[in-house]
C-alpha cells in the first residue's frame, strides 16, 4: 500500500466542508508558514522537496518559483492552471471537486512564498459545477480568516479569483491560459520572454498545476526533505494518476512512484486487471499527447528492466521505446482496440483544439486527421503512412507551443510502434471495415540486446 | 562625448555582421541582405507584436553566445529570436532549416486556393515568391480545400478568406494604426478566419492600408479588382499635400490613367509611410499628383518586367567585330525555296494553315 498525501482525507465524509477539512488538521501549512517561515524559506523547501510539475512537463516547480523575477513596485500573480483538457487527464477535478480546501490551502501557501496578493484559479470552462465548490470553498477560507487582508498578524494580504475557460484545450498552455485570463483571444505568446518575467498584464507570474499547488501543503507539513525520500530518484513525493480504459477499476490513483506499471495494471488495489480476461495491447501512461506503448514495451524497457510508474523509467529508451509520464491520465487498451481508429480519434481532437496561429499546426493537424479517416475506412494507400511521418515530422518542434509536438507525438509512436497494423488496414481495406486487427505480436517479449 | 555602444557580433550563414543588442536575427539578416535574410510572411517590422506565427522564418542557431555557445535544440523563429553576442546562425546553409521551410510552405499552400491567375495580388505576392524559392512542383494533399462564407467588405475593400494565411498583420493594423480595433480572428485552428463583423465598421482614414500589408491576395483593393495585371503597370512615385497622412504614394499607371494608388514599400515590401484612404481610394487622376520618378523595383520582380528603368543595355558589337562594315543580307531564302509555296496565299485559306495547304 502506497503512502498518500493528497487524497489520504479525501474520503473522510464532508471534507469538502470547511469545518471538517480544519477538524482533519487542514490549514497546518498555513499557520507554519506564514507564522514560521519566511517566503524564501518556503521555496527552498520546495526546492528541496524536488517536486516536479504535475501539468506535464515535469519541470521543478522549486526552481519555476526562484526564476520569477522580483522588481520593486510591480505586483506578481501566481496563477493555478485548472483547465485540464488533456484526453485521458482527470485527476485536477477529482482534487477539486473532493477536496478543494487542499488547493486553496497550497494556494495560500505558494502565493505566500511567491509574494503573489491575488491568485487566479484558471478553471476549464466544461468544469463548471467546480467553480461553484471552488467559490465556496473559498468564502468560507475568507470567513474563517485564511484570506483577505493581513492574515493572521502576517502582514501578508491575498485574494484568490475563479475564472472559467471557455472551452478551449489550448487555455492549458501557461501563456494562451495568461491571454485567456487577461480576457483576449487564447492564442499562446512567443516566448521568450517568459512568464516568470512578463506574464499576466506584463507582470511576473507563476503557472502551477492544481496537483502541483496541493502538494505543497504535504512538503510544508512534512518539510522537504521528508517528502523528497518518498518515490525514487528525481521522482519524488505521490502522483496522482488517472487511470481509464479498459481496466476493470477506472478512477483517480496516488501513487508513490515506486510501483511497476504491470502491478498498477493488474492488482487488485489499482486498476484490477482487464475485463473479460482479454490481453493488454497497448497503453498511453500519461495522457492522450505522449507517446503510446504496445505491451511488449509497456513492462519491461528495451533494456529489460522492469518499468515504473514514475519520470524518468517511464521516458526510459527516449521516444524510441519510451514514452512519458506526463499529466497522468493513464490509458488502457486491450486486444479489441484498434491503434488506427484511437489515434484517428487523437487527431481529430488536436485539429479542433488547434489555436490556428501558427502554420504548421493549423493545416498539418488537419491533413494528419484526413488522411487517417482515410486508412481507418480503407482508402488509404501505403504512401499515406509514410505521407503521415513527414507530415508529423515536419510539426514537430516547428510551432509557437507544445500543442504542435502534442499533436505529432501520438501520430509518430502510433507509427513507429504499430506500423503492421496502419499497414494491414491498407491492405485488407474490406476486413479492416469488419474486423480489428487484434492482438498480434505486440505482446510478445521482445529480444533484450546483450550487454557487455 | 558620446558613449561607445556596445555592439554585438552576430555570424549568419558565415557572414559576421556588428549589430546594436536587442536586433533580431531577421533584422541582422536583412543587414546583410540577399539570399541570407529569411523570407517572413508575418513579421512586419512597423507593426509592434507581428511575426513568429508563419515559421517560414525559422533558422537554426548554432551556438547561442560567447557566453553560452551551446546550440538551440530546436529551429528558432529568427523575427521574435534577439541576436547574442558572437550568436552563430545557420539560415540557408542549414539542411534543418531548409527542410522545415518545405514543409511550412507545403502547409502554407495546402488549404490555399492558388487561384493566381485571378487574383489581383499575383505578380506582388510573398507566397508566390516563397513558393517559387522554396515550394515543390506538386502538393501531396489530395483533399478538398476549406471554403469559408463570403464577406462583403463594403466598395473599397475585397476580402478572399480562402486565401489567407492568418498572419495577423491586418489585425495588427486595424488594432495599431485606427483608433478602434476593428477586426480580429474569429474561431480556431483551420477554420479560423478573420472577420469580428469587419463589414460592420471599416470607416476608419487608415483601414485601407489593410490591404498593403497583406502578403496574399486576401485582402485587396476592390476599387483596382480585375482592372489590370500589376506587371502591365508602371509604378511612379508621386505626392500630394494631404491633410491626413504624408501623402508620399506609388501610382500605378498604364498610359496616363492611374489604376491603383499604394504606399510606397521597401525592399522587404513593407510599407514606409501609412497612407489614408482618401489618397488610396478617392485620388485617381493624374492631376491630384505630383509625379516624382519611377519606382526602383527589384529586378527579381515580375513588376519589372517590361520596364526598363535603370536598364544597363549591352553594346552593339557586330559592327566592331566586322571592322565598321554594316551586315548586309546576303540572300532571302524565301527568293530561292519553294518549300513553303509562296503561292499559296494564306488570306484565302479558311481558318488557320495546315501542312496540307501546302502539300
Known amino acids: 500500500m502506497g503512502r498518500k498525501l493528497l487524497l489520504e482525507k479525501a474520503h473522510v465524509e464532508g471534507i469538502r466542508t470547511y469545518e471538517v477539512y480544519r477538524r482533519e488538521g487542514g490549514y497546518a501549512s498555513v499557520e507554519k508558514a506564514l507564522k514560521t517561515m519566511s517566503p524564501d524559506q518556503v521555496t527552498e523547501e520546495v526546492k528541496k522537496s524536488g517536486l516536479r510539475g504535475r501539468g506535464g512537463a515535469g519541470f521543478p516547480a522549486g526552481m519555476k518559483w526562484s526564476f520569477l523575477a522580483k522588481p520593486e513596485g510591480v505586483p506578481r500573480y501566481l496563477v493555478c492552471n485548472a483547465d485540464e483538457s488533456e484526453p485521458g487527464t482527470f485527476k485536477d477535478r477529482y482534487l477539486m471537486e473532493f477536496i478543494p480546501h487542499l488547493l486553496i490551502e497550497g494556494l495560500i501557501v505558494a502565493s505566500y512564498a511567491l509574494g503573489s496578493n491575488r491568485t487566479y484559479i484558471y478553471i476549464r470552462g466544461e468544469y463548471a459545477w467546480i467553480v461553484d465548490i471552488l467559490e465556496t470553498a473559498i468564502a468560507e477560507a475568507n470567513a474563517n480568516g485564511w484570506l483577505g487582508k493581513n492574515i493572521f498578524g502576517s502582514g501578508f494580504d491575498l485574494q484568490i479569483y475563479v475564472q472559467r475557460g471557455a472551452g478551449a484545450y489550448i487555455c492549458g498552455e501557461e501563456t494562451a491560459l495568461i491571454e485567456s485570463l487577461e480576457g483576449k483571444r487564447g492564442n499562446p505568446r512567443i516566448k521568450p520572454p517568459f512568464p516568470a518575467v512578463k506574464g499576466v498584464w506584463d507582470c511576473p507570474t507563476v503557472v502551477n498545476n492544481v496537483e502541483t499547488l496541493a502538494a505543497v501543503v504535504p512538503i510544508i507539513n512534512l518539510g522537504g526533505e521528508e517528502y523528497a525520500k518518498i518515490g525514487v530518484g528525481k521522482s519524488t513525493g505521490t502522483k496522482l494518476i488517472s487511470a481509464c480504459g479498459n481496466i476493470n477499476k477506472p478512477g483517480v490513483y496516488e501513487i508513490d512512484m515506486t510501483i511497476s506499471v504491470e502491478e498498477f495494471i493488474y492488482s487488485d488495489e489499482y486498476c484490477g486487471g482487464i475485463p473479460n480476461g482479454k490481453r493488454l495491447k497497448a497503453c498511453i501512461p500519461g495522457g492522450s499527447s505522449v507517446p503510446i506503448l504496445p505491451a511488449n514495451l509497456l513492462f519491461k524497457t528495451a533494456k529489460g528492466d522492469t518499468r515504473i510508474m514514475n519520470y524518468e523509467s517511464l521516458s526510459d529508451g527516449g521516444f524510441a521505446t519510451g514514452t512519458m509520464m506526463g499529466s497522468g491520465g493513464f490509458i488502457v487498451l486491450d486486444e479489441d482496440q484498434c491503434v488506427v481508429r484511437h489515434t484517428l480519434t487523437l487527431a481529430r481532437f488536436y485539429r479542433h483544439e488547434s489555436c490556428g496561429q501558427c502554420s504548421p499546426c493549423r493545416e498539418g493537424t488537419g491533413w494528419m486527421e484526413k488522411i487517417l479517416k482515410n486508412i481507418e475506412t480503407g482508402k488509404g494507400k501505403m504512401s499515406d503512412i509514410d505521407l503521415l511521418w513527414d507530415i508529423q515530422r515536419k510539426i514537430e518542434g516547428n510551432t509557437i507551443c507544445p500543442l504542435g509536438d502534442a499533436a505529432a507525438w501520438p501520430v509518430a509512436a502510433a507509427l513507429r510502434h504499430f506500423r503492421d497494423e496502419f499497414e494491414w488496414h491498407v491492405l485488407n481495406p474490406v476486413e479492416s471495415q469488419q474486423r480489428n486487427f487484434g492482438l498480434a505480436h505486440y505482446a510478445d517479449p521482445r529480444p533484450v540486446p546483450a550487454t557487455a | 562625448m558620446a558613449e561607445e555602444k556596445k555592439l554585438f557580433k552576430v555570424t549568419i550563414d558565415n557572414i559576421t555582421i556588428d549589430v546594436e543588442p536587442g536586433t533580431s536575427i531577421l533584422n541582422a539578416a536583412r543587414m546583410i541582405g540577399g539570399d541570407v535574410a529569411p523570407p517572413a510572411m508575418c513579421y512586419y517590422s512597423k507593426l509592434k507584436g507581428s511575426g513568429g506565427k508563419c515559421r517560414t522564418c525559422l533558422v537554426e542557431v548554432a551556438a547561442g553566445s560567447t557566453a553560452d555557445p551551446r546550440p538551440m535544440p530546436k529551429l528558432v523563429a529568427s523575427c521574435r529570436t534577439n541576436v547574442m553576442d558572437g550568436m552563430i546562425v ?270
Not at chain 2, 502554407?108 to 507566397?127: F, K, M, R, S, V
Not at chain 2, 478572399?160 to 498572419?167: E, G, Q, S
Not at chain 2, 465598421?201 to 487608415?206: A, E, G, I, K, V
Open chain 2, 90 to 359: 545557420k539560415n540557408i546553409t542549414s539542411e534543418r532549416v531548409i527542410d522545415a521551410r518545405n514543409g511550412v510552405v507545403e502547409f502554407l499552400l495546402l488549404n490555399h486556393p492558388l487561384d493566381c491567375p485571378i487574383c489581383d495580388q499575383a505578380g506582388e505576392c510573398h507566397l508566390q515568391d516563397l513558393s517559387y524559392d522554396h515550394g515543390k512542383e506538386g502538393t501531396r494533399y489530395e483533399f478538398g480545400r476549406r471554403t469559408f462564407e463570403k464577406h462583403d467588405l463594403g466598395p473599397y475593400i475585397q476580402l478572399h478568406m480562402t486565401r489567407c494565411i492568418l498572419c495577423y498583420r491586418c489585425v495588427f493594423t486595424a488594432d495599431q494604426l485606427t483608433n478602434k480595433r476593428v477586426h480580429g480572428v474569429l474561431d480556431r485552428g483551420d477554420h479560423a478566419e478573420i472577420a469580428t463583423y469587419i463589414e460592420k465598421s471599416l470607416d476608419n482614414d487608415f483601414i485601407g492600408n489593410v490591404i498593403d500589408v497583406c502578403p496574399v491576395g486576401a485582402l485587396t483593393d476592390k476599387t483596382f479588382r480585375f482592372k489590370n495585371r500589376v506587371w502591365f503597370l508602371k509604378p511612379v512615385d508621386a505626392h500630394r499635400d494631404c491633410p491626413k497622412c504624408s501623402g508620399k504614394v506609388t501610382l500605378w499607371n498604364r498610359g496616363d490613367e492611374v489604376f491603383r494608388v499604394t504606399a510606397r514599400k521597401d525592399q522587404w515590401g513593407e510599407v514606409n509611410d501609412w497612407i489614408c484612404n482618401e489618397c488610396r481610394f478617392e485620388k485617381k487622376a493624374t492631376s491630384d499628383w505630383v509625379i516624382e520618378g519611377p519606382t526602383q523595383v527589384s529586378r527579381q520582380s515580375v513588376i519589372s518586367q517590361g520596364h526598363y528603368v535603370g536598364l544597363h543595355k549591352p553594346k552593339e558589337t557586330l559592327v566592331e567585330v566586322l571592322d565598321g562594315q554594316k551586315p548586309r543580307l546576303l540572300m532571302d531564302i524565301h527568293d530561292v525555296s519553294e518549300v513553303n509555296k509562296p503561292t499559296v496565299d494564306l488570306s484565302k485559306i479558311a481558318g488557320p494553315a495546315h501542312s496540307d495547304d501546302f502539300k
